[in-house]
């Protein structure tokens, strides 16, 4: 049963970070739905992304071929991601990050604010995806971290039970 349950971890977890990444590389090539523009390319605005996602692949490439290491690197790239993504709605330049996206004209789901940050349609969906990668591939460390120590609790909660 064991084996099931961190088969389906490590499965959902591949599949949710190549989910995104899929999602991401519409970041590089654009992505118009009929007139809509879901995303413009990011190769002239944000030739930062190509590394970013030649890093994501390494990520999810080391999770596919090793265990061991890539149990720890996902769960590691996707959070430093999300704490990047995450950190743009506390503190971030709204007026900036409306004012970029409203030159680019892409699709919005909800109209921009000067209050607080509202992201446009791809980047809600790229912020949804990260939180699903990152809550699987941390719920599969976990379990393989709890699977390699034998389902025992920590050395330090053993001795305090004992008391």
Not at 14 to 31: E, K, Q, R, S, V
Not at 135 to 146: D, H, K, M, W, Y
Request: proline share 2%; charged share 15%.
């Amino acid at each position: 049963m064991r084996f099931a349950k961190i088969t389906k971890l490590r499965t959902a977890a591949f599949l949710t970070a190549a989910i995104l990444l899929f999602w991401f590389l519409f970041d590089l090539t654009g992505l118009s739905l009929g007139s809509a523009k879901i995303v413009v390319s990011a190769f002239t605005d944000e030739p930062i992304d190509v590394l970013w996602f030649a890093l994501a692949c390494a990520a999810l490439l080391v999770f596919a071929f090793s265990e061991k290491i890539g149990r720890w690197t996902l769960p590691a790239f996707v959070l430093t991601w999300a704490g990047i993504q995450y950190s743009m709605y506390f503190g971030g330049n709204i007026k900036g990050y409306n004012d970029f996206f409203a030159r680019d004209g892409t699709c919005r789901i909800f109209p921009a604010s000067e209050a607080f940050l509202i992201k446009d349609a791809y980047h809600i969906v790229l912020d949804l995806l990260i939180l699903a990668a990152a809550t699987a591939s941390v719920a599969f460390l976990a379990v393989s971290l709890r699977k390699e120590r034998g389902g025992k609790q920590p050395a330090a909660e053993n001795i305090s039970r004992h008391n």
